[in-house]
């Protein structure tokens, strides 16, 4: 019996100017530009763009689409992917792990000839009570994500930093506390955490978070009392947790707010000339991608003998990686945002 | 828990922009941390702990032998702060279950430790804590905290707490030492108030009100006495058999900057006066004086460049005699018998300005262009020193403010409650066909004008650089101002003391504007 070596991920995974192409397969995974077929990480509009024909992806990756751009411009046609589920394109097999980093995101796996790559679009190994834990493929490529690729980036608990936001509220407790964080995954990740620390009370939000609240609701993500936050209700809005656009708290949004704290809830308030640098009056470290510890973890335990980065801060995990015994390559793959560019 | 509390309370303070805020934060530290370590942190506030042993350098080699190089370089890069570096990459698998140790016992330790012991002592710290707990340690025991409160604000703050004067708190503070147990005993009703005996202590500065035009016009000019308002920093000269110390007018002892002027202080009293540049005789511009405040180490060359001279004005104590009862005139007839027979050098008398009307001081306080002249200072005859702003027996006459109209640039928001505002302001004035840049200002306008300017700038803005909107040069603003001087912070080659927006000159046309020759006919030599 002859063995046959198999093809190395290179051969047949590569960068493109619409960025990364299965080409035994014929499709492109978060493609930058409208494309015959695309796999969809998961649906921020980095990695989620209108205008592809054929769109694989989770069904709440698919639904996230279409609330965002539209029924016509979330893709021609869609075709919903369970995880775990598989299928087989032009001989490559597809299918999706969780990936942990928001509603419906998922890991790309793809296998050909035996050879098996994972693009695991954005992540994180922490729980979030709003989405499914990562689940670790084992691969010989692994493409990751180095949004915090410092060893600097170590996000404490989740908890600990809703604990520090209950605290000042006890502290000026006629202020208006005002959370700047990003629609999709992370607000309802916050709405999520602070139901979890017992606070019941109704959490008014900025009309830009209302759709997808919704629509988490509606796939089964319970938020508990939500209100707008309307310069109608201004009086009802001194002593409470407000919930913003990271771009709205330090804005004329924020006049109706009762002596505002502005808060904002990123990896990137690890540091603290990055976190005054935005007028924040409270920093709070949660992040919805992986830190340096769980980057490193997890490109152990996939196994893969190489790793590609997408974007981020590539020099120091190749650098990290390298002292494993693991290859790391970077992509400079473009149009991927920083976190709060989302 | 209280290097995690008072980590807690630093960060609070990092990030809080007003005043109030910073304030209530340091309030519930005193109401809710135990003795000794709220004295210990206020002690740190206040930047009265210094540990010998403790240094930037012990820090940076215990973090690399316990990180890859090449990644710390990354990471000090990224981050820019040494300490905050060090606390963010400390490892935290060695992580240990001891608890975290108290503020106290981090100053008894230290103190109790010989050099070689210190790096041991350090590193446990370290690994019994969290990252934010152990930049503030580090913070802590290399001192200067950088979180924008000073002495004054903690003590600001201990006197709200206990419910009593800032000037009591001033009158005791340098008779007590950390962890200031004395102090809060007194303050909780606990104890007596603590004895400042044979220390150098702060005495709280009479203060003067701005005189407006109402005021003015009951004044009677028999009762009153004229000084010069020199344009230099209010300090207060202690001298006595229990040591020298120059204070500030909010009582931060700066002697540690001037000791030329410490070694003039050979003498037993306490005496008000300005502290200024003096060359020659000549009174050199506030800038000058900038020059020699805020520095621990003072060198020859310093020294020499920019020599330190006080003029005095009142004289608070003569011996162990208290004369802030005596009235105004009865301490002026002490003060001139005492310099007279003390001639304590690097010292000289303000002097009276001599009128006879009311309308005559108001000729000479408008004749009055000097650099170092503010305005007029004016005291009743017969007022005694009453520590604080009482309204009526002072008043300083600033003689009126200077103007330019001037371009709006660039524009930048605000913090706290003006974050949502453009408040921030950079105007220039012309150079040839050229605006450029002479200031920044902050204050001067009315809400509404505030309401007013925010619009203008968001409908006017032709780029964006950051938090900075550069905006058409098309808006007027005259600018007010207490003096120019030639310096290489603006690109018009000019700055402004205390520039403030006066009037929005919709009417005026921007190619109208004042242009660089106007603002150097505005600098002013030197005065006797």
Known sequence: MIRIMPPHPETWL????????????????????????????????????PGHAHVLATPETLAIMRERMGEDRAGTTQQALGYGEALTVNGVRVWLRPAGHVLGSAQVCLEWQGSRAVVS?????????????????????????????????????????????????ALFPERTHVIGC??????????????????????????????LCTLYETLGVKLGPLVPATVAAKDKLAGTIVLAPPSAIADRWARRLNEPVPCLASGWMRVRQRAKQGGVELPMVISDHADWPELLATCAEVEASEVWITHGREEALIHALGQQGIRGRALHLVGRGEEDAE | MSVPAFAELLERLLFTPGRNGKVALIRQWFATQPDPDRGIGL??????????????ALLRELIATRTDPVLFAMSY????????????????????NAPPPGLAEVVRTLDGAGRGEVPAIIAAWLH??????????????????????????????????????????????????PPYLPLFAWLEGRGPRPDPAGQPIFRPLMLAHPLEAKDFEALHAPDWRAEWKWDGIRVQLTAGPGGRRLWSRSGEDISGSFPEIIAAMDFHAVADGELLVVRDGEVAPFAD????????TVTAKMLKEFPAAVRLYDLLFEGEEDLRPLPFDARRARLEAWHERARPPLSSLSPLIGFGSMEELAAIRDGARAAAIEGLMLKRGDSPYTPGRVKGPWWKWKRDPLTLDCVLMYAQRGHGKRSSFYSDFTFGVWRGEELVPVGKAYSGYTDEELVWLDKWIRDHTTARFGPVREVERHLVLEVAFDAAQRSTRHKSGYALRFPRIARIRRDKPAAEADRVEAVEALVVGSLA
């Open chain 2, 43 to 56: 002690a740190a506030l206040a930047g009265e702990l210094n540990f010998r042993t403790a240094k930037p």
């Open chain 2, 77 to 96: 890069d990224y981050v820019g702060d040494l300490a905050e570096t060090i606390a963010l990459l400390w490892p935290e698998d060695a992580r240990s």
């Open chain 2, 289 to 296: 004086l900038q020059q020699r405040l805020n520095r621990k």
């Open chain 1, 14 to 49: 590569r960068v493109t100017e619409a960025g990364l192409y299965c080409e035994p397969g014929g499709f492109f995974v978060d493609p930058t530009r409208p494309v015959d077929r695309a796999i969809i990480t998961h649906g921020h509009s980095d990695h989620a763009r």
């Open chain 1, 182 to 211: 990003y629609a999709l995954g992370k607000a309802q990740r916050l709405i999520a955490l602070l139901r979890q620390a017992g606070w019941d009370r109704p959490i008014p939000i900025h009309g830009a978070l209302q759709r």
């Open chain 1, 121 to 169: 679009g954005d992540y994180k190994r922490r729980h979030d009570p709003t989405c499914p834990p990562f689940e670790p493929e084992r691969c010989d490529v692994f493409v990751t994500e180095a949004t915090f690729a410092l060893p600097v980036f170590r996000h404490p608990p989740a908890a600990q930093e809703i604990g520090r936001l209950l605290a000042s509220l």
């Open chain 2, 128 to 177: 019994a804590l969290d990252s934010g707990a152990r930049l503030a340690l580090i913070k802590l025991v290399t001192g200067g905290l950088r979180v924008g409160a000073s002495a004054r604000l903690a003590k600001v703050a201990l006197a709200e707490w206990a419910g009593q004067e800032v000037g009591e708190i001033e009158e005791v503070w340098h008779g007590v030492r």
